[in-house]
């Protein structure tokens, strides 16, 4: 398979993207209900032709999460022969889920990354490493590696490794581009640091950062991008992807939003009604993948929190862009009757620099509030300047709780992320859960 960007719809007016998009989905509608048992029977009394705008389209039911996870044999739309490998999802909502890819699922996986870091300026001329986990199931290690191979980029499986290694290899084979989870990369920067790694004579000019936002909720850059940047000195790009979906939102030169690549997904943000919110209005991200063949879906509910962006982007590309993910709908802290996104906390906590380590534990209050506790790895004399710190970013008070290391890692288990907030709530504002991030 050979890379072809010019392909790609992105460069296409927003009106010829929407008419593409239209025609793409009724073809999925045909498609979907001829292939997968499940939306057979959710469809039975809905047509392809019943589908002639784009609001025809928003007027179909979501799919979510849960209905996901608990009927997935039914959504799985091949035959076993056909599948080549097996991913779960990263169990950010406490359940995984198993989900079979075909090859051309992988194909497509491959292209869909490609065009991301294509976006990037990333070329065949670069030296990636790649500081994730390639194994455990995981999806996102091996997309990053398909799509970097695919743009003919020399890619290295570094993957994620004791300090002393990674700087010998940041050193003996030099990278342009670095692909990290940002917190991850940030205390890898000190460590670093430490050991008299050089940072003002790296080769790195590009840094893809995974899985956490660089932005605030208003764009601006947050406090890990500018310990990143300051570190690194190079240009920074996020990326937001959903193993459900099979593709990625990624940050072009021009930084200011993840693009959406149309020919691969038909993006939506919504309201709680699954109505299309105005452009910059937060809402929830909804996705139809197109093309994918082991589990295909229709308006799938991410359950992530995010805006468009309004306009079209300076980089020439007119694909839908996404702001930073907010925070998980599931997860959103409600105080005196007013919503505070996570991001907002987490953003707040991570600039002060006396903080080691943080939880957030969300318990049920009353109905117009949650109960907060936010424990802290720090020095006990820094707690007014922490307390003082989220009054000024959110107008309320929050408790803090001097903890140490070994209290934190208790409270969050076993699992595999390490998790910021600990949602402990028997109920919350908008769906039934028990979750972490
Ligand atoms: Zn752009």
Known sequence: MKFRPEFSWEFLSADEIAHKSLRALRNHIKHIKEVSPYYRDLFSNISHEDINTLDDFHQLPLTNKTTLSENTAQFISVNSSQIVETVITSGSTGIPLVLPLTSNDLERIAFNEALSFHSTGISDSDTAHIMVNLDRLYIAGMAYYRGLVLLGTNTMRTGVLPVEIQKYYLETLPPSVIVALPSHLRKLSQELA???????????????????????????????????????????????????????????????????????????????????????TPGELVATPLGVEGVPLVRYQTGDITYKIPGTCSCGRNSMRIGPILGRKAQLIKIQGTTIYPLTLTDALDELDMIQDYLIILENDSSLSDRVAIHVVSPPSSVEKIANHLRAVTKKNFPILVSNMATLQSLRGSNRKRARILDWRKYSHTEQHKTQV
């Open 194 to 280: 430490k050991l008299g790694f050089d940072s003002s004579k790296s080769s790195v000019n590009k840094v893809i950062c995974i899985g956490e936002s660089l932005k605030t909720p208003d764009m601006k850059p947050n406090a890990t991008a500018k310990a990143l940047q300051e570190f690194w000195g190079a240009n920074l790009f996020s990326t937001y992807s959903s193993t459900e979906l099979a593709v990625s939102f990624c940050e072009c030169t021009q930084s200011h939003g993840g693009h959406a690549h149309p020919e691969l997904v038909y993006t939506e943000i919504v309201d709680e009604h699954g109505k299309p919110v105005p452009d910059g």
